[in-house]
Each structure stands twice: as structure tokens, then as C-alpha cells.
């Protein structure tokens, strides 16, 4: 891979009540109520569908534009997550404009776990991820609203390496990268921005372009995928 320029809170069961013998009132082991099941611990995904509305994005080689394939590709990667077990919150669910104050706000809001900017482009080739170029900081009480995700970059970058992973292991090629991202940089979460381009052989020859249902299936199901190890890996104590 490449880089370019460009204490959970832990569920306490209950401890089984130890009972004394003979005591008047008290009662047997068997008749002793069961501790409630535990509830595993919340887990939500903030999907960010780009552009919509005025703003169209990029234009597609199929003439598509890029806000249409952004929220295609956000309700099917929605499906496979929720079919996992996570919850989702997306940006939106439409054409519609979401200005870039208001997707951050939504994303904190829900205190999410990994939030991936969906986006698309015909340049390059393969899934490129992007993490804030802004520089770790110490998490502060009082977080500017345009540098907020600084106290979280080393998150972000650790969820990068797991969304890498396993789109390596489906085969796909990646390209790791931080720049400024308007949207991203006043998220506290960890977030990335994940650009989807044509499938490329070594040679450059365009192998799978975006509209391909197949290539959408194996991108999606390996970003679901790293999700459930991201997961996973937040989970542990």
C-alpha cells in the first residue's frame, strides 16, 4: 500500500444472590430470579452520501453523475450493514442538498463509530481512501468545529488500515492518501472518505467501470467487511 499527499463501558451482570440456608423469607437457588440477558454494545455507522442536489459531482463515464452513484452505492452498503447488525445514519436518502456543516453535524450527533464519505471518479483506479491531513491533537473540551477531527485522525488512520485490509484481501487495488476534507475535518469520529473509481489492470485498461453491478457488489461486501472487524476491534476491552 501507498500513502500519497493528495474502556468501552463494560455490561456487569449481575452477581447470582448467595442465599443462607434455613433463613426465614429467603428464597432457593431455584426460585432465585435469572440476571437479564446482556445487550451487546451499541455500534453506529454514519454512511455520507456526497453531493446531492444543486451539486452534482463529477460526471460519470456512463453519463451518470457522481451524487446519483453516491447514494445508489449508500443504500446498498446501508443493506449490508444492517443485515450485520449495525446500525446506520445517512446523510440523505435523496437528491437533495446537504450543505457540509450540517453532514458533520449528523455524523457527531450520532456519536458514530466510522463514518465513510462515499464519493466516485473516473481518474485512478480502485478504492481511494482519504483521511484528514490534519495534523493529531490532544481531544480538548471546547473543539474547534473546523479542526475537530484532529483529536481523532489516529482513529481514522487505524480504520483506513482496516478498510485497506480488506478490500486487499477481495482483490481490489487501494490507494491510501490524507488531504483536506471540508466535511471530514469538523467530524469527532473516526471518518474517511472512500472515492470508488474504474476497476484497472496493471496496464491501465479499464477491467470494471462503475456501473458494473458485480464490481459495486465486491467493493461493498469487502467495506462491510472491515466494518464488522472494525466492530469487532472496538468491542475488545
Not at 96 to 110: K, P, S, T, Y
Not at 161 to 184: I, Q
Not at 214 to 225: D, E, F, I, N, T
Amino acid at each position: 500500500m501507498r500513502w500519497t499527499r493528495r474502556a468501552r463501558p463494560v455490561c456487569l451482570s449481575l452477581a447470582a444472590l448467595a442465599l443462607a440456608a434455613g433463613l426465614p423469607g429467603s428464597l432457593s437457588t431455584a426460585q432465585a430470579p435469572a440476571a437479564p440477558a446482556t445487550q451487546p454494545a451499541r455500534f453506529l455507522v454514519v454512511l455520507d452520501a456526497a453531493h446531492g442536489g444543486d451539486d452534482n459531482g463529477g460526471k460519470l463515464a456512463d453519463g451518470q453523475m457522481e451524487k446519483a452513484f453516491t447514494l445508489a452505492f449508500s443504500v446498498r452498503l446501508r443493506s449490508l450493514l444492517g443485515a450485520r447488525g449495525m446500525q446506520v445514519v445517512t446523510t440523505r436518502e435523496q437528491d437533495a442538498n446537504v450543505d457540509l456543516n450540517r453532514r458533520a453535524e449528523i455524523a457527531n450527533h450520532a456519536k458514530a463509530e466510522a463514518c465513510l464519505s462515499l464519493h466516485a471518479s473516473e481518474s485512478g483506479s480502485g478504492i481511494h481512501i482519504f483521511v484528514s491531513s490534519l495534523s493529531p491533537a490532544q481531544p480538548e473540551r471546547f473543539t474547534a468545529w473546523k479542526t475537530a477531527q484532529a483529536a481523532w485522525v489516529t482513529r481514522s488512520l487505524a480504520l483506513a488500515g482496516a478498510l485497506n485490509s480488506s478490500l486487499m484481501r477481495a482483490g481490489m487495488n487501494v490507494t491510501l492518501g490524507r488531504t483536506g476534507l471540508p466535511a471530514v475535518d469538523s467530524m469527532s469520529c473516526p471518518a474517511v472518505a472512500v472515492e470508488i473509481a474504474p476497476e484497472r489492470d496493471p496496464s491501465g485498461k479499464v477491467t470494471a467501470e462503475l456501473d458494473d453491478p458485480g464490481y459495486q457488489a465486491r467493493a461493498a461486501a469487502a467495506l462491510a467487511g472491515a466494518l464488522l472487524e472494525w466492530r469487532t476491534e472496538a468491542r475488545q476491552p
